[in-house]
């Protein structure tokens, strides 16, 4: 068990540029989450998947943004004409199907635009 | 919908001082409770948690009891260290359906700092 892993750690990128995260949940989890940091609050729910269908979106996330798992193992997260508001920690969580299995997350991507 | 209300911080303590982080929720279905904590530099950890009324969680000597009557489920230890010094975060997940998504909601967060 190597816990998630999430590539690259820091990003900082221009207004307007295009930007993609990607996480490795733990092999055995068939359930993959992202959340939202943003400084001095708590993450935010983006969206869900189990395997490889995207089963729940939160309404934070505009069109600009795209997630994609494509085999059911890692995940892309995909940020469109990145914006000043974009700026924040991405996070990756992932836990095995079950009820209330417990959410493992990664060390998260610090997104920064100039 | 779902809250989580989180006590703010910082919350300064000496060693071996005696530690509460209050929070409390709002919840349309029967959630299940978590403790998650952020040491500097790293990602958040589950610490503790409850899945029914009355459940104690327990970890690394800290607890946390949920109190449906009261609606809250706060952090306690009983004696802290320096190396207990991190942001605690207290979250909820709200599963009514089987199969969906146990996503979870999460307070602002409380950052502890330990001192000798």
């Known amino acids: 068990d190597t816990g998630v892993s999430q590539d690259p750690r820091h990003k900082i990128t221009k207004r307007g540029q295009n930007v993609t995260f990607r996480c490795d949940p733990i092999s055995e989890h068939n359930r993959l989450y992202w959340y939202r940091q943003t400084l001095g609050q708590g993450p935010e729910f983006l969206t869900y998947?189990?395997?490889?269908?995207?089963?729940?979106k939160s309404r934070l996330l505009s069109d600009r943004f795209s997630a994609e798992r494509p085999k059911g193992s890692f995940s892309t997260l995909e940020i469109q004409r990145t914006e000043q508001g974009d700026s924040a920690m991405y996070l990756c969580?992932?836990?095995?199907?079950?009820?209330?299995?417990?959410?493992?997350f990664g060390d998260g991507t610090r997104l920064s635009i100039l | 919908g779902n809250s989580v209300t989180q006590m703010e911080g910082p919350v300064t303590l000496s060693e071996e001082a005696f530690l509460t982080i209050n929070c409390t929720y709002t919840a349309t279905g029967y959630p299940s409770l978590f403790w998650y904590v952020q040491y500097p530099g790293e990602g958040l950890q589950l610490l503790l948690k409850a899945t029914k009324a009355d459940d104690k969680g327990s970890n690394k000597g800290f607890e946390a009891t949920y109190r449906k009557e009261t609606t809250s489920f706060h952090l306690e230890k009983g004696s802290v260290q320096v190396s207990d010094s991190a942001v605690y975060f207290c979250?909820?997940?709200?599963?009514?359906?089987?199969?969906?998504?146990?996503?979870?909601?999460f307070g602002t967060g409380t950052r502890l700092q330990v001192t000798l």
């Open positions: 998947f189990q395997n490889e269908a995207q089963l729940e």
């Open positions: 969580a992932s836990s095995l199907e079950g009820y209330n299995q417990p959410q493992h």
């Open positions: 979250a909820l997940s709200d599963q009514k359906v089987t199969g969906t998504a146990s996503k979870l909601t």
